[in-house]
C-alpha cells in the first residue's frame, strides 16, 4: 500500500496550487460579495473556468473519462490531494468543473445511461454547460432508509407519470439547474410482485417539465450552499418518456450506487482542505489577539486545541487516503468498508476542528466574515448526507470479524471466567 504521488500526480498538485493561489484565492472576497452578499453570479466564474480547461484542470474527478469526453482523468488517489486544496474554499471545486452534485450525478450517467442519454444529459455537464440535482430525500419519510421513499413512478404508455415530494435536494435550487436524476417507486406491479430494494428506479426529468416546482430553497444550522444551492421539489403529475429511465425499472438502488461512493470519498477530500484553512486562521487569531497581558497563543487550552487539530486532520488524511487507494484497487465496491470508515472519521474531526476555531475567534468566527461556520455546518450535514453514521457504523459492525473463541476460552485471558 503506497500512498506517495507518482510523478503525475505532484505535477498536477503542484498545477492545481498555483492555479488556487493565483487566481481563486485573490478573489474570494469578490465572491462573497457577489455571490454571498448580493446574490449575484460571479462575473469572473466563466472566465476563470476556461482558464482552468485551457490549463488541462478540468473534470480532474472523473477516473473513467472516455477519450472523446473533456477532461484530466484522475485515479481517487490522485484526485484526493487535488480536492483537498480545492477544499480550502467553499467554491473552490467550481472553476475546475469538480463540484458535487454534478461530479457524482456525471458518473452515474457514465456507468448506467445509454448512448444517447449521454449524449443529452451527460455532455453538458461534462462541458460544463448546466447543472443537475439527484432527488431522493423527502421529508415524509426516514430516507435513511431510501426502500422508504415514496415518490411513485407509474408507466402509462410511453409516458411516466411522477408525482412526490423531495427536500433537500443539493443543486436543485440553483438558477442554471437543469437536470434532476428522481428516485422513486416504481408503481406499475402489484403490491409485493417485487423484491424490497427491487421496487425504485431513477429517471431523468427536465427540470422544465410541466409540473416540477421549486417548492423553496433550503438551508441546514442557518448555512447556505451558494455553489449548489440546495431546495425543495413538488413533482405534479410529470411527465416524460420511458427513455428517460436510467437502465432497468425497478435497478434504482443499483444505478444510485454509482454516484454514492464518489460523492463521498470527494466530500471528505474536500473537508480536509477546510480543516487546514481552520488551522491556519485558528494560529494566526490566536498570536493577534491578547488577553489578561498574554497573548492568545500562550495559553496551553490554545496550544493543545491546535496540537489536537493537527493529530486528527493527519489521521484523517490517511483514512482517506487509505480508502482511495482502495477503491482504485478494488472499485467502490471492495473499498466500501474503508470508505465507511473515512466517512464516519472524517466530517467528526472536521466538525471538532471548526468548533475549536469558532471558540479561538469568538463571535467573529460565527459570522460570514469567516469560512468557520460553513466547515462546520458542511461538516455537520456530513455525518447525515450520503447516509447517515448509524447506518455506516451499523454496516462496519457487521463485518467486524468474531474471535474464535469464548472469554473462558480465551488465550488472553489468563483466569476463566466466574
Known sequence: MDFAPSPR???????????FEAELLPRHREWQGHVVERRQPAPFMAALREAARAAGLW????????????GTRCSNLEFAPLAEIMGRLPWGSEPFNCHAPDVPNMVLLQEAASPEQKRRWLVPLLEGKTRSAFAMTEPGVASSDATNIATTIRRAGAKYVINGRKWYITGAAHPECTILLVLGQQVNDAPGERGRTQRHSVVIVPMAAAGVRLVRPLRFIGWEDHVAPVGE??????EVPVENLIGEEGHGFAATQARLGPARIHHCMRLLGAAEVMV????ARAR???TFGRTVIEYDSVQQAIALSRIEIEQARLLVLKSAWTIDSAGFKGGWRELSLAKIAVPAAVQRIADRALQIFGA?????????????????????????????LRQIFRTEPQPAWSIAASPYISAPAP
Open 280 to 283: 491556519e486562521l485558528m494560529i
Open 288 to 290: 493577534e489577539r491578547q
Open 59 to 70: 473534470n480532474l474527478a472523473l477516473p473513467g473519462l472516455a477519450d472523446t469526453e473533456p
Open 9 to 19: 500526480a505532484e505535477t498536477l498538485r503542484a498545477q492545481v496550487a498555483r492555479f
Open 233 to 238: 421539489l413538488e413533482l405534479t403529475d410529470v
Open 364 to 392: 467573529m468566527g460565527g459570522s460570514d466574515d469567516t469560512p468557520i461556520h460553513h466547515a462546520l455546518a458542511y461538516a455537520r450535514l456530513m455525518r447525515i448526507g450520503d447516509g447517515p453514521d448509524e447506518v455506516h
